[in-house]
Antibody, heavy 120, light 111 residues
């Protein structure tokens, strides 16, 4: 059974760097074809894909946020970390991590999400 | 503004069928058979209901079905049940540097 859980601060100040951790179980990020991605949803707005890291270390970022994002993995700890720099109140959102299916380009398991508020 | 367009809300009575549309472009919905649908109850993890346009993951009721025509995908729920009340999002893989785009979500109300 695949599960993912996001963790990190609930409140960050403007200009700070947000660090979120996705801890997962039920799969290995060293398995060919696997990926873990991050998606966010501001209150009342649509979901937005942010980043993805593949089993082989390849990384993809949303072009609009690429300069602010860093995604890394620790296969031994079953964790993926997302860092977002220079946080702004518009970055207030629920942040989700999700598992990319081995069998195709879709996200098949998601975490429950963690709400991050950006405020001074 | 969302990349994919969904109606904000739909409603139906128990036992009825409803369809939710999801309109994109030839760079996403129309160009790939990688349309997914997610069911999202508040404070829970989004749940994959349909992948690759019309495939159901194991354990998802066959009351849920998906289809696509051109740049528009659709999710149909038949035999509506109270537990189906949730927000539904569509998603598509894209040919751009944005791997996945999402719709704005459709709130389904079971009357």
């Amino acid at each position: 059974q695949i599960t993912l859980k996001e963790s990190g601060p609930t409140l960050v100040k403007p200009t700070q760097t947000l660090t979120l951790t996705c801890t997962f179980s039920g799969f290995s990020l060293s398995t060919s074809g696997v990926g873990v991605g991050w998606i966010r949803q501001p209150p009342g707005k649509a979901l937005e894909w942010l980043a993805l890291i593949y089993w082989d270390g390849d990384k993809r970022y949303s072009p609009s946020l690429e300069t602010r994002l860093t995604i890394t993995k620790d296969t031994s700890k079953n964790q993926v970390v997302l860092k977002m720099s220079n946080m702004d109140p518009v970055d207030t959102a629920t942040y989700y991590c999700a598992h990319k299916s081995v069998y195709g380009d879709y996200l098949d398991y998601w975490g429950q999400g963690t709400l991050v508020t950006v405020s001074s | 503004q969302s990349a994919l367009t969904q109606p904000a809300s739909v409603s139906g009575s128990p036992g009825q069928s409803i369809t939710i549309s999801c309109t994109g472009t030839s760079s996403d919905v129309g160009g790939y058979n990688y349309v997914s649908w997610y069911q999202h109850h508040p404070d829970k993890a989004p749940k994959l209901m349909i992948f690759e346009v019309n495939n159901r993951p194991s354990g998802v009721s066959n009351r849920f079905s998906g289809s696509k025509s051109g740049n528009t995908a659709s999710l149909t729920i038949s035999g509506l049940q109270a537990e189906d009340e949730a927000n539904y999002y569509c998603s598509s893989y894209t040919s751009t540097n944005i791997l996945w785009v999402f719709g704005g979500g459709t709130q389904l109300t079971v009357l």
